[in-house]
């Protein structure tokens, strides 16, 4: 098992593109998060699935983020229309229990 | 929702002194956990410490849930230990975790 892998490591995208981030959870997790780090700040929670339902999506950031894990393994996130604040550290984490999360290195996405 | 404050925000020591980290939270938590986030930004689960105490080498973590705060002691600190130190709470297993702004901590040889 190599743990949490997400791809790709580093995005830089012109303000307006739409972008997808991918995270491969560690295989018997069946609990996938998403969040978002801005400089200086902790990780920010942005959706979580169970399986491949997903359970929270209310603090997605507004309706241009969006995010799927349609066979209970990999997760996309979406941003559509990115713009210059969307620019942050975006880490998915998985877990088998709920409570102790492995987290993968990230996506660190820039827009110019 | 539950508010996360640690103190120090900066925290400069030289190689092989110790250390405290503070984590005060605003609410009763059913999980509490220490992550360490190395200078290429990797997160490493430190603690699960909901309440009592821990200790993982020179790492330990002591929870005091009734008073909502938790300590981390790095003992004998080396420049590896370097990093952002956060503290992550939540209210149970299918609520997220919350996090603190951290502790960023720096070792000098």
């Known amino acids: 098992d190599t743990g949490v892998s997400q791809d790709p490591r580093h995005k830089i995208t012109k303000r307006g593109q739409n972008v997808t981030f991918r995270c491969d959870p560690i295989s018997e997790h069946n609990r996938l998060y998403w969040y978002r780090q801005t400089l200086g700040q902790g990780p920010e929670f942005l959706t979580y699935f169970q399986n491949e339902a997903q359970l929270e999506k209310s603090r997605l950031l507004s309706d241009r983020f969006s995010a799927e894990r349609p066979k209970g393994s990999f997760s996309t996130l979406e941003i559509q229309r990115t713009e210059q604040g969307d620019s942050a550290m975006y880490l998915c984490?998985?877990?088998?229990?709920?409570?102790?999360?492995?987290f993968g290195s990230g996506t660190r996405l820039t827009v110019v | 929702g539950i508010q996360v404050e640690q103190s120090p925000p900066d925290l400069i020591l030289q190689e092989g002194a110790n250390s405290t980290l503070r984590c005060n939270f605003s609410d009763s938590v059913n999980n509490l956990q220490w992550f360490h986030q190395n200078p290429w930004g990797q997160l490493i689960n430190l603690f699960y410490?909901?309440?009592g105490t821990k200790q993982n080498g020179r790492l330990s973590a002591t929870t005091v849930a009734t008073e909502r705060y938790s300590l981390l002691y790095i003992s004998s600190s080396q420049t590896t230990d370097s990093g952002v130190y956060f503290c992550a709470v939540g209210e149970g297993g299918n609520t997220p975790l919350v996090f603190g702004k951290g502790t960023r901590l720096s070792v000098i040889a």
């Open positions: 410490i909901p309440s």
């Open positions: 984490a998985s877990s088998s229990d709920g409570l102790v999360g492995t």
